[in-house]
T-cell receptor, first 111, second 111 residues
Framework: GIQVEQSPPDLILQEGANSTLRCNFS?????LQWFHQNPWGQLINLFY???GTKQNGRLSATTVATERYSLLYISSSQTTDSGVYFC?????????????FGTGTRLTIIP | DAGVTQSPTHLIKTRGQQVTLRCSPK?????VSWYQQALGQGPQFIFQ???????QRGNFPDRFSGHQFPNYSSELNVNALLLGDSALYLC??????????FGPGTRLTVL
């Protein structure tokens, strides 16, 4: 199966700092999603981004499918950004494909 | 528009018992996937249901079974519980769309 690696595993930043989270995957994919898991366990969709670049407020993501990696950028971090960020990939671009998750990046924002 | 809901929120069982977890998909969604998330790990795919049938299955033993009802809601059953089954169980729904939406999860503790 597809292997997904995320780095760094842990990141501690001061409020207001910027960060870059990386996701590497071992095979071609047609589905790549970024999620934020809050302290209560809820997975929140951030981006569906199998290729290209998207932005949503302070967050943006870029996927270079040919080189099998994706980056999540968080600018001007706030304490509410704390949590675990997961990258998940799938072979299909329909909703009928299982997602394979990485082990996540735990982000802690200090006031 | 209600999102994905799961019940119960928390559950404590003893080894050897059986448990049933429930999931109601987001309105308009017809596909339900179940994931297991052990502490400190990313979610792992258990199986997916569409049109009341199991369409895909991950690497989980037959002790894990499921069901989908005509209203698209779903149940996850785990028999002969082991200590290692302690985890957060997440349900995700979708509809011919690559984006999967997750519920808040059920935290199962096996003593």
């Amino acid at each position: 199966g597809i292997q997904v690696e995320q780095s760094p595993p842990d990141l501690i930043l001061q409020e207001g700092a910027n960060s870059t989270l990386r996701c590497n995957f071992s095979d071609s994919v047609n589905n790549l999603q970024w999620f934020h898991q809050n302290p209560w366990g809820q997975l929140i969709n951030l981006f569906y981004i199998p290729s290209g670049t998207k932005q949503n407020g302070r967050l943006s993501a870029t996927t270079v499918a040919t080189e099998r990696y994706s980056l999540l950028y968080i600018s001007s971090s706030q304490t509410t950004d704390s949590g675990v960020y997961f990258c998940a990939v799938g072979k299909s671009n329909f909703g009928n494909e299982k997602l394979t998750f990485g082990t996540g990046t735990r982000l802690t924002i200090i006031p | 528009d209600a999102g994905v809901t799961q019940s119960p929120t928390h559950l404590i069982k003893t080894r050897g018992q059986q448990v049933t977890l429930r999931c109601s998909p987001k309105s308009g969604h017809d596909t339900v996937s179940w994931y297991q998330q052990a502490l400190g790990q990313g979610p792992q795919f258990i199986f997916q249901y569409y049109e009341e049938e199991e369409r895909q299955r991950g690497n989980f033993p037959d002790r894990f079974s499921g069901h989908q009802f005509p209203n698209y809601s779903s149940e996850l059953n785990v028999n002969a519980l082991l200590l290692g089954d302690s985890a957060l169980y997440l349900c995700a729904s979708s509809r011919r769309d690559p984006t999967q939406y997750f519920g808040p999860g059920t935290r199962l503790t096996v003593l």
